[in-house]
């Protein structure tokens, strides 16, 4: 059974920096773990993605300004966001994405609970 716990959102001002982590337990060890936003009154979008073998991907609304990282002894990942902005504003999900990263929340099989990150002046 894996389990995904968030944690490190909160409030930002606009161009501030966030992390936010993501520690695993169960066997995820061959999983491409994402992360996943809602805004309100928006459809869940995938913003980055890292493969098993440690291969990063982005969307094109973060890619620039957000990093994936990975601490396979933890077995916590991690999203350094930089540069955020008032369209950051979301709950963000950490979940076990394809093995190729295809970022579609449909294709999601486990989901953590999600940390609220906010960006405001």
């Known amino acids: 059974q894996v389990q995904l716990v968030e944690s490190g959102g909160g409030l930002v001002q606009p161009g501030g920096s966030l992390t936010l982590s993501c520690a695993a337990s169960?066997?995820?060890?061959?999983?491409?773990i994402g992360w996943f936003r809602q805004a309100p009154r928006k459809d869940r979008e995938g913003v980055s993605c890292?493969?098993?073998?440690?291969?990063?991907h982005y969307s094109n609304a973060v890619k620039g300004r957000f990093t994936i990282s990975r601490d396979d002894t933890s077995n916590t990942w991690y999203l350094q966001m930089n540069n955020l902005q008032p369209d950051d504003t979301a709950i963000y999900y950490c979940?076990?994405?394809?093995?190729?990263?295809?970022?579609?929340?449909?294709?999601?099989?486990?989901w953590g609970k999600g940390s609220p990150v906010t960006v405001s002046s």
């Open positions: 890292i493969t098993a073998d440690g291969t990063p």
């Open positions: 979940a076990t994405d394809t093995t190729y990263c295809s970022l579609k929340f449909w294709l999601v099989d486990h």
């Open positions: 169960g066997t995820v060890e061959y999983y491409a």
